[in-house]
């Protein structure tokens, strides 16, 4: 393969990558880079090929969680994961397998509770994640 061929790959994958949203190709195209340079030094196509395959694997795989924390660091909760954390008020009574209703911010939500074991009707909980339109809860300790 040319250098002309990686170097043409490489262009696109930028493309690709400017009119995406996410962090979707940059890997591959510093795989690209790295064949390129590559095809400087031999003709093997099978060689520039590992060499391209190697490196992107190689710079996703280093790269990718720490552009994520960065990346992902502004991410603003909506309302609903604005209750994660909350302090929520049982208004029927909970179980881990028998839906019941506690009242957060003044709104009625479906609830479950995460440990075994019945919450009472007036118990203080904790929500801890929200499935759907059920809110996962535990009981606060006092």
Avoid: C, H
């Amino acid at each position: 393969m040319s250098s002309l061929f990686w170097l043409i790959v490489f262009i696109g994958l930028v493309v690709i990558e400017l009119l995406t949203v996410g962090l979707v190709s940059v890997w591959f195209a510093t795989g690209a880079v790295a064949a390129f340079i590559t095809s400087y030094f031999t003709n093997n196509a099978y060689i520039q090929t590992s060499i391209f395959v190697v490196i992107s694997i190689l710079s996703l795989i280093i790269t990718r969680p720490i552009l994520k924390k960065y990346f992902n660091k502004d991410i603003v909760k909506t309302n609903v994961n604005k209750l994660i954390g909350e302090t929520a008020i049982v208004i029927e009574e909970l179980s881990k397998t028998n839906i019941g209703k506690v009242k957060v911010d003044g709104q009625i939500w479906s609830a479950l509770n995460s440990e075994k074991g019945k919450i009472r009707i007036d118990s203080e909980v904790e929500i801890l994640s929200i499935e759907g339109v059920k809110l996962i809860v535990r009981k606060k300790e006092d």
